[in-house]
């Protein structure tokens, strides 16, 4: 089954950061609790926006968040203090967001890491910056994957983000992703596939449908998880009605869910 990370908790977005800033938990929760009522699996937390503030920001965004939590939280930051301090006050088993093979990062994190029970997001990126090939997606996985098994984190347990580029850009960056998650969960079929699927739109207009199209292929291809706004009602018809066709929902089930509390609408 798809499941998906709801990414609206980021002091990055302005109604999120002036909450943040006025203490404002009732908004807070709203969003969290939306986010739940409409499927998401896990809720992103991240709180890095406020310069010199990350620390308190995450402590209280927790204290907030958890007694209303039903689904697994995903801590979202590149430091490793403050991961290690939200890593402590977590209830459920959390998702870590994220580490990658880019020298200062990996240094840190793998530390961190190390005899976690957790969650990883393993972004396809080292020093040389974005891939520029399936073949160089691949052997970034690769690497990541045989470098947090060997501190005891389970292939299972490994989310590859193989970084969705535009297709704007170049024509190929569409095909060249798809072809790297085919090849990445051919390699190792108990990863998952996850990642942000916006990026393939940028540049052009009508983004929406392009990427409802896009979750799509993604999910043929053996993507199973995205990072994503779970209020999207569209994207979510489509990812359910996606998932039913790729034989991943017994006897239709959710998608029937979906279509009787108005979720799915044609």
Same mark, same amino acid.
């Given at each position: 089954?798809?499941?998906? &990370?709801?990414?609206?908790?980021?002091?990055?977005?302005?109604?999120?950061?002036?909450?943040?800033?006025?203490? #404002?938990?009732?908004?807070?929760?709203?969003?969290?609790? *939306?986010?739940?009522?409409?499927?998401?699996?896990?809720?992103?937390?991240?709180?890095?926006?406020?310069?010199?503030?990350?620390?308190?920001?995450? /402590?209280?965004?927790?204290?907030?968040?958890?007694? @209303?939590?039903?689904?697994? $939280?995903?801590?979202?930051?590149? #430091?490793?203090?403050?991961?290690?301090?939200?890593? /402590?006050?977590?209830?459920?088993?959390?998702?870590?967001?994220?580490?990658?093979?880019? =020298?200062?990062? %990996?240094?840190?994190?793998?530390?961190?890491?190390?005899?976690?029970?957790? =969650?990883?997001?393993? $972004?396809?990126?080292?020093?040389?910056?974005?891939?520029?090939?399936?073949?160089? @997606?691949?052997?970034?996985? /690769?690497?990541?994957?045989?470098?947090?098994? =060997?501190?005891?984190?389970?292939?299972?347990?490994?989310?590859? #983000?193989?970084?969705?580029?535009?297709?704007?850009?170049?024509?190929? /960056?569409?095909?060249?992703? +798809? #072809?790297?998650?085919?090849?990445? =969960?051919?390699? %190792?079929?108990?990863?998952? &596939?996850?990642?942000?699927?916006?990026? &393939?739109?940028?540049?052009?207009?009508?983004?929406? @449908? &392009?990427?409802?199209? %896009?979750?799509? +292929?993604?999910?043929?291809?053996?993507?199973?998880?995205?990072?994503?706004?779970? +209020?999207? *009602? *569209?994207?979510?018809?489509? @990812?359910?009605?996606?998932?039913?066709?790729?034989?991943?929902?017994?006897?239709?089930?959710?998608?029937? *869910?979906?279509?009787?509390?108005?979720?799915?609408?044609?």
């Amino acid at each position: 089954m798809f499941e998906v &990370i709801g990414e609206r908790i980021n002091t990055s977005r302005k109604l999120v950061q002036a909450a943040v800033a006025d203490r #404002d938990a009732d908004y807070i929760i709203d969003d969290v609790q *939306k986010q739940q009522e409409a499927g998401a699996n896990f809720i992103d937390v991240n709180a890095g926006a406020r310069i010199g503030h990350e620390t308190e920001d995450m /402590k209280w965004l927790l204290d907030t968040i958890q007694p @209303i939590a039903t689904v697994p $939280l995903t801590l979202d930051s590149p #430091d490793p203090a403050v991961l290690e301090m939200a890593f /402590k006050m977590v209830e459920k088993t959390p998702m870590i967001n994220s580490i990658s093979l880019e =020298k200062e990062r %990996f240094d840190a994190m793998m530390p961190f890491l190390d005899g976690k029970e957790c =969650k990883v997001i393993a $972004l396809c990126m080292d020093d040389a910056g974005m891939p520029n090939s399936s073949d160089d @997606i691949l052997a970034r996985a /690769k690497s990541l994957v045989q470098e947090l098994n =060997k501190i005891g984190i389970p292939t299972a347990a490994i989310y590859v #983000d193989p970084l969705v580029q535009p297709i704007s850009v170049e024509s190929n /960056k569409g095909t060249m992703v +798809l #072809d790297a998650v085919r090849a990445i =969960k051919a390699l %190792f079929p108990e990863v998952h &596939i996850t990642g942000g699927l916006s990026n &393939i739109s940028y540049g052009l207009p009508q983004r929406k @449908i &392009i990427n409802r199209t %896009f979750v799509s +292929l993604m999910m043929d291809a053996g993507m199973d998880s995205a990072i994503i706004d779970p +209020l999207d *009602k *569209k994207i979510m018809a489509t @990812i359910r009605t996606a998932d039913m066709l790729l034989g991943q929902d017994a006897f239709c089930m959710n998608y029937l *869910k979906g279509v009787r509390s108005g979720a799915i609408e044609s």
